[in-house]
């Protein structure tokens, strides 16, 4: 699969229109593709195994869509095989009274993963020029200065704000693939049906999700914005089809194991030394 179709190039200006949601690349046969997420789940575990024991980088990576886009879906299978050991997962909702009292990126450097593991993120620091940008309100209920709040630029700055933090994280050992989830409004709106119709995914629903719906344009202007402020180098945006959840699965591992792939991950080399007692354990060993 060519996985770079996917990747927003720094520096270039995303259309989401231009984007297909049902987009499915060469796969035309589901179980094709399902067998390929399960080489890709094998090959992750055995990454992320060599990731833990160097102990040297860690890798974040960010999941945002529209409601019922998949995100919590891609998490649990892409992920089915690594070590929970190694993994942490932060789901980032409406901030706290104690979140609101500090910046808008300190709850989210408090769960950024250790050397070692992989993080996920659903839904993130981005849901502040995201969400926060699609209601005014909740910025101006924010316990900010008046300057800030009412500040023209503040969404400039704030990408220019996630821009400088991300960088500052890669240069500090903590790689990063962020993806935005791109399902079609249609598809929600089946999404959102099959959740009222089965009894089993009746929890899933919420009122405010169908009153999201109605802030469509608003978001999709929004994420294009963010997107094409904050996809760089070294933080690269994925925009990945999501009407067909198969697919977005498939894709969303393929990008992780070859990023994993090109970070140089190798066991630890033992030291001579560390051998030569190694040697010695054997041989007390064997002579038991």
Avoid: C
């Avoid at 894709?251 to 080399?269: F, G, Q, R, T, W």
């Avoid at 033992?270 to 007390?284: C, G, I, S, Y």
Wanted: proline share 5%.
């Amino acid at each position: 699969m060519n996985i770079e179709k996917f990747r927003i190039k720094e520096g270039s200006k995303l259309n989401l229109k231009k984007h297909d949601p049902d987009l499915t690349a060469n796969y035309t046969d589901k179980k094709e593709a399902v067998a390929d997420l399960k080489d890709n789940i094998d090959k992750l575990a055995e990454l992320q195994d060599m990731l833990y024991a160097q102990d040297v980088y860690s890798l974040l990576i960010v999941f945002q869509a529209m409601d019922a886009a998949g995100k919590d879906g891609a998490i649990k299978h892409v992920m089915s095989g690594v070590n929970p050991q190694g993994v942490s997962v932060a789901s980032f909702k409406a901030p706290s009274a104690e979140e609101l009292d500090h910046d808008f990126l300190w709850r989210h450097q408090k769960a950024l993963p250790e050397r070692g593991k992989i993080g996920i993120f659903n839904r993130s620091h981005y849901e502040e020029v995201l969400v926060v940008r699609v209601h005014p309100d909740i910025l101006q209920a924010q316990q900010l200065p008046p300057e800030v709040k009412n500040d023209p630029k503040i969404w400039k700055k704030r990408f220019d704000h996630i821009r400088d933090w991300e960088q500052h994280l890669f240069e500090n050992g903590i790689h990063i693939l962020k993806f935005f989830l791109n399902v079609s409004k249609k598809e929600q709106k089946e999404r959102f049906l099959a959740r009222i119709d089965e009894p089993e995914k009746n929890w899933k629903f919420s009122a405010s999700d169908v009153k999201e719906r109605g802030h469509w344009d608003d978001y999709m202007k929004a994420y294009e914005d963010a997107i094409s402020a904050t996809s760089t180098e070294n933080a690269p945006w994925y925009v990945i089809p999501a009407d067909k959840k198969w697919f977005t699965r498939l894709a969303v591992s393929e990008i992780i194991v070859k990023k994993l792939e090109s970070m140089d991950l190798h066991y630890p080399k033992v030291p001579d030394e560390t051998l030569a007692r190694l040697e010695d354990a054997r041989r007390l060993l064997e002579s038991e």
